[in-house]
């Protein structure tokens, strides 16, 4: 590098997971980075939407590149256990097909494999180490480039400038606005209620085996559904490791600084979702105790045992989130600003991978600005290859994420939708008879997590 270039420094707008597993990538490479982050402390969440978030083996394998070998063990050690089967079901709880083995045999490769991550508990591993480069109470409001430099703005006056800008900022994405200001988000059509209970003696025996320990997906008449999984982690009640855990997984956990800012105890998630035309109007606008009422009132024919558990569930967990996705673009021309995860390609929850992919982009990036950093390839012509690559891998996650939730489905009219869903259920029902049919079924869908791909 001459006297004349500027240091190499990268900074990230935003500290969600894609943000901050950058981060630890660049600083494992030894790179300069800093995170700006407009929340005013590491224990708020206002970002994050949902309680579970399921790590698949393309999101395992970018965290253990990115972050420091001991701080990927003790995320695994905090790990809630990974799902074994993942099941469809009508609203009387009747099973129309189940795959088992999803996630992979049990003792899996701790890397390639399936993860079930408490949402606050990631977010405060992927903090931890990071505290001398992550600034809180920094809103972005604008940047300015200039030259082989970029400076951010942020709203308390204050600035910060890099040779590159990473937009990390999520699905309202300031930088993106002002980055490329055609790139709309759509909404879905779709609403999400997500809530919790506790996963109590009573709550367990609510689930039949397969759901205790799977994922379950539960399709209903008028569109409605909801995805139902039971959180049991590796702590008792008081927060001290469960007989069995092992002395190094326990020995981790007492030394995770990260441990005392979060409450996790087992649980089980629940998400309810509907058309929101099917919905009451103002439904974004009620409160937690409102949605619980709500999703109590709409779920009031279904079986008795999933009744009782949303009866059972905290009714401040609830909250509302109106499910929207990007809308592809063409790519555009390559600057030293660049963008990851839902800043760029926020997709609909329908099959798991949102932030996967971030994690994906994360390390694919510090991979892209490792090698410029290094001479390998100038900065820009990193960027692009980077770009190109998340471009499309992200649209096509993005597409097909949407054609699993949209409004315009026909399942969600009040005539076809019925005949529709009595039509997909016979037609799972079949399957789940035809072993050739159920396991060629799980074979997509673990290839569509990215259990096939080597690395």
Known sequence: MSAAEPVFHVVIIGAGTGGLCLAHGLRRAGISVAVYERDTTRTRDEGLQGYRVGID???SRALHACLPPQLFDILVATCARPPQYSNMLTERRAEILSTGGWAGPPGADPVS?????SRMTLRQVLLTGLDDIVHFGKAFTRYEPDGQKVTAFFADGTTATGTTLVAADGTGSAVRRQYLPDARLE???????GGKAP????????LTPKMLH??????APKGYGAVIYAMEFPWDADGAPKTGIGSTDASLIARWPGLAFDNTRDYITIGFAGAAKRLPAGV??????ELHQLVTELTRTWHPDLRQLIALADPLSFFPINIRTSVPVPQWQTTNVTLIGDAIHTMTPGRGVGANTALRDARLLSQKLTAARDGQVPLLAAIRDYETQMIGYGFDAVRKSRKQMTASNPIYTPVTGRALLATMRTMMRIINHIPAAKNAMARSERAGRGHDRQN
């Open 284 to 289: 974004m606008d009620l409160k937690a105790p």
């Open 199 to 206: 996963l109590t003696a009573q709550t367990r025996a609510l």
């Open 113 to 117: 494999s399936e993860k079930s991550v």
């Open 187 to 193: 909404d879905t059509g779709i609403i999400s209620i």
């Open 214 to 219: 799977g994922l379950s997906l539960i399709l």
């Open 57 to 59: 083996p393309d999101g």
